[in-house]
Nanobody
Framework: DVQLQASGGGLVQPGNSLRLSCEASGFNLDDYGIAWFRQAPGKEREAVAC????????DYADSLKDRFTISRDNAKNMVYLQMNSLTPEDTAVYYC?????????????????????WGQGTQVTVSS
């Protein structure tokens, strides 16, 4: 049974950092492209970052690439999202998703429609 479990969310003050984790079960994460998306109240789901998704490497939303870093630990079957210098605008539910890897150099890896498996989401709240 394929499952993704996102964790690591919580309440954090502006300017601080947080690391989210995405654990896979039932499949090998290294065989897939993995992405993080987020959705704030009243807003559409937006891409944050992905791995093995652009030329086989990483891709980021332009507005986030200076503060967020995606990484993976194949031995643990985990993908992480390191988020630095958080602002209240980063408040959202963060989801990890798995889909086919993208070895082309386009930005298809940041499209939600590409992903077949989704985790349940973890809430990140940035507030003082």
């Amino acid at each position: 049974d394929v499952q993704l479990q996102a964790s690591g969310g919580g309440l954090v003050q502006p300017g601080n950092s947080l690391r989210l984790s995405c654990e896979a079960s039932g499949f090998n994460l290294d065989d897939y492209g993995i992405a993080w998306f987020r959705q704030a109240p009243g807003k559409e789901r937006e891409a944050v970052a992905c791995i093995k998704c652009r030329g086989g490497g990483e891709d980021y939303a332009d507005s986030l690439k200076d503060r967020f870093t995606i990484s993976r630990d194949n031995a643990k079957n985990m993908v992480y999202l390191q988020m630095n210098s958080l602002t209240p605008e980063d408040t959202a539910v963060y989801y990890c998703a798995a889909g086919p890897p993208n070895y082309f150099t386009d930005s298809a890896g940041l499209r939600p429609s590409r992903y077949d498996y989704w985790g349940q989401g973890t809430q990140v709240t940035v507030s003082s």
